[in-house]
Nanobody
Framework: DVQLQASGGGSVQTGGSLRLSCAASGFNFDDYSDYAIAWFRQAPGKEREGVSCISGSAGIIYYAESVKGRFTISGDNAKNPVYLQMDSLKPEDTAVYYC?????????????????????WGRGTLVTVSS
């Protein structure tokens, strides 16, 4: 019934760019303004971490400190699809990236989103950044 589809991963060299997209479908997620959409990533041997989120109802956007100034989450008024534009990529950005959805109050400007707060997940897309 509910589907989240992440896409856009690939292999790039340091300094390159990629744009990930998260498309939501299904009755409960037709309107992004009623939900928070978050991007998480999980590097080999590491825990899943919140990268960015957007809450359309309040215009709230969060970025992890490690990606500020390099990543941009965007969409048409937080509607389908939500993008994650990744510029100036570094090897430490290498990870499987996931998009997930939760009620809008789970995204705050200065509070990292947590995986267990998000109920719906898409398939991960692999980003590999080489030197």
């Amino acid at each position: 019934d509910v589907q989240l589809q992440a896409s856009g991963g690939g292999s790039v060299q340091t300094g390159g760019s990629l744009r990930l997209s998260c498309a939501a479908s299904g009755f409960n997620f037709d309107d992004y303004s009623d939900y928070a959409i978050a991007w998480f990533r999980q590097a080999p041997g590491k825990e899943r971490e919140g990268v960015s989120c957007i809450s359309g109802s309040a215009g709230i956007i969060y970025y992890a400190e490690s990606v500020k100034g390099r990543f941009t989450i965007s969409g048409d008024n937080a509607k389908n699809p939500v993008y994650l534009q990744m510029d100036s990529l570094k090897p430490e950005d290498t990870a499987v990236y996931y998009c997930a959805a939760a009620p809008p109050f789970y995204c705050y400007k200065d509070i990292v989103p947590l995986p267990y707060e998000y109920d719906y997940w898409g398939r991960g897309t692999l980003v590999t950044v080489s030197s």
